[in-house]
């Protein structure tokens, strides 16, 4: 019997069909198990994680079966709580699969701290414009006799500060500023001084 003959027979047809009803059973199983542990078709919304605290966020998600990490943010926002949920992964309202994980990024306890600029020997008018750039504000003005309107310390709370030391963003610095005086002072006595000579001068030319 030829191997052509052989496919035809009633043996060889029988055994075709068994093994194609094996492994369309085995496919079937296999998507079966594939829908099991992937979580086929299942959806979970996202929920809003907005404003929340940690334990809050764990009993959330707990009940949704998601899992959290928590990444580093180094931008506050006063308007939220401290150490309160300003950002997640994926948004509020998407749909993801069972113990997906759900990325957070928390509020700080505060502004990050930043360098203070050297703004000594500077005027008012550049030194103020300096700070606030840096994001610091302008707080009490104090003047102090010198011969320069230029500035002469920079106080925070009552303590004197030192270009290179850091406060938080937003923190309020206090100027002393030269007011002039011993300037105004020299002038009058230059003046002074000169009126005398002229004086005498005329004084002198008097007596001849």
Known sequence: MTFFQ??????????L?????????????????????TNHGQKIEV???????????????????LNYEILDS???NPEYPRFSVIEQIPKAGKNVKEDRKIYLYLNPSGY???EIPNVLGRTRRQAEPTLLAMGFQ?????????ISDQVLELRHQGKKLEPGDEL???????LIVGDESYNRVQEETETG???????QETIENDEF
Request: hydrophobic share 45%.
């Open 47 to 65: 929920p809003n994680l907005a404003k929340m605290s940690l334990d809050d966020v764990e009993e959330t998600l707990g009940e949704l079966e």
């Open 6 to 15: 052989f496919i035809f027979t009633r043996t060889f047809l029988k055994q």
């Open 17 to 37: 069909l068994l093994a194609v009803l094996a492994l369309v059973v085995l496919s079937f199983l296999i998507m079966w198990w594939l829908r099991g542990t």
């Open 138 to 146: 302008i707080g009490k003005v104090s003047y102090r006799p010198h």
């Open 112 to 114: 990050r701290k930043i």
């Open 168 to 174: 938080q963003k937003t923190s309020v610095i206090d």
């Open 193 to 199: 001084s000169g009126e005398e000579g002229a004086a």
């Open 74 to 76: 180094a931008n506050y």
